[in-house]
């Protein structure tokens, strides 16, 4: 079974930057869907950016647009999320989600904490 592990998040004062990374071990990247979500209290998780296998798009919430950019380096089997001018709102807890389409299945990371200072 696959896991995801996130590692990456810390404190930050506003402006700075945060590289966020997410080890698939175990996880297929024949035919997927992998991203971020993050969760900050009191409100639901919601989508921050992924990249989807089909039709091969990387796709950002309206927020993440122009500052995050999400990849994938398939010789470590990681999906890395650079986060730059970061924002107080900003802070969350943020998961890495996974979709083997080929299984199915679906599989989240524990999460990595994400603090942005004013």
């Known amino acids: 079974e696959a896991q995801l592990v996130e590692s990456g998040g810390g404190l930050v004062q506003a402006g700075g930057s945060l590289r966020l990374s997410c080890a698939a071990s175990g996880f297929s990247f024949d035919d997927y869907a992998i991203g971020w979500f993050r969760q900050a209290p009191g409100k639901e998780r919601e989508g921050v950016s992924c990249?989807?296998?089909?039709?091969?798009?990387?796709y950002y919430a309206d927020s993440a647009k122009g500052r995050f950019s999400i990849s994938v380096d398939r010789a470590r089997d990681t999906v890395n999320l650079q986060m730059n001018s970061l924002k107080p709102d900003d802070t969350a807890v943020y998961y890495c989600?996974?979709?083997?389409?080929?299984?199915?299945?679906?599989?989240w990371g524990r999460g990595t904490q994400v603090t942005v200072s004013a």
């Open positions: 989600k996974g979709v083997d389409y080929g299984a199915p299945s679906d599989y």
């Open positions: 990249i989807d296998s089909r039709p091969g798009n990387t």
